[in-house]
T-cell receptor, first 108, second 114 residues
Framework: GQNIDQPTEMTATEGAIVQINCTYQ??????LFWYQQHAGEAPTFLSY????GLEEKGRFSSFLSRSKGYSYLLLKELQMKDSASYLC?????????FGTGTRLKVLA | GAGVSQTPSNKVTEKGKYVELRCDPI?????LYWYRQSLGQGPEFLIY????????DSGLPNDRFFAVRPEGSVSTLKIQRTERGDSAVYLC????????????FGQGTRLTVV
């Protein structure tokens, strides 16, 4: 079957670091995407991992372990504008399978 | 266009009516996807087009739902005999070739069936 698991909610303080975990099971796995979605808006692309390891992009980094079916998104130097839902998506042959999203609240 | 465009942005319809939702993908993108998103949930896959053909329609919930992409660009999602449970945000996305590249999402059509 196909399944994506990620925590429903997380809370962190402005300036801190937060790690959002994602585990996945999907057939025909190509790679792992992370998207950010603010309330009432469309998802926007953050990162893509196809090989094992860490990809760094400014304040955001993403990690993938294909053998463990595991990924995480690391957000550093949190800002209030980072309050949003973070969607983990595993890409297969024909589609992206999304998790339910992790709602991150950044507190002042 | 510069991004994925969806029309209308909002649609309110009565139970039992027929609706069409339109998606204009990024120019040159061959892959087009329809997703449905309910409040507090992630996007749920409906259908994937590669060019003009539906390569995977396994996510369409039943035969009331149908989608076309006749010229390999604009796509229309059609819902017959709408039900209250069809109320959701319908998202369209396109990518340049397929799932090995990122998908770009439109703003969605919020469908409300009353």
């Amino acid at each position: 079957g196909q399944n994506i698991d990620q925590p429903t909610e997380m809370t962190a303080t402005e300036g801190a670091i937060v790690q959002i975990n994602c585990t996945y099971q999907t057939s025909g796995f190509n790679g792992l995407f992370w998207y950010q979605q603010h309330a009432g808006e469309a998802p926007t692309f953050l990162s893509y991992n196809v090989l094992d390891g860490l990809e760094e992009k400014g304040r955001f980094s993403s990690f993938l372990s294909r053998s463990k079916g595991y990924s995480y998104l690391l957000l550093k130097e949190l800002q209030m504008k980072d309050s949003a839902s973070y969607l983990c998506a595993a890409s297969g042959t024909y589609k992206y399978i999304f998790g339910t999203g992790t709602r991150l609240k950044v507190l002042a | 266009g510069a991004g994925v465009s969806q029309t209308p942005s909002n649609k309110v319809t009565e139970k039992g009516k027929y609706v069409e939702l339109r998606c204009d993908p990024i120019s040159g993108h061959t892959a087009l996807y329809w997703y449905r998103q309910s409040l507090g949930q992630g996007p749920e896959f409906l259908i994937y087009f590669q060019g003009t053909g539906a390569a995977d329609d396994s996510g369409l919930p039943n035969d009331r739902f149908f989608a076309v992409r006749p010229e390999g660009s604009v796509s229309t999602l059609k819902i017959q005999r709408t039900e209250r449970g069809d109320s959701a945000v319908y998202l369209c996305a396109s990518s340049s070739t397929g799932t090995n590249t990122e998908a770009f999402f439109g703003q969605g059509t919020r469908l409300t069936v009353v």
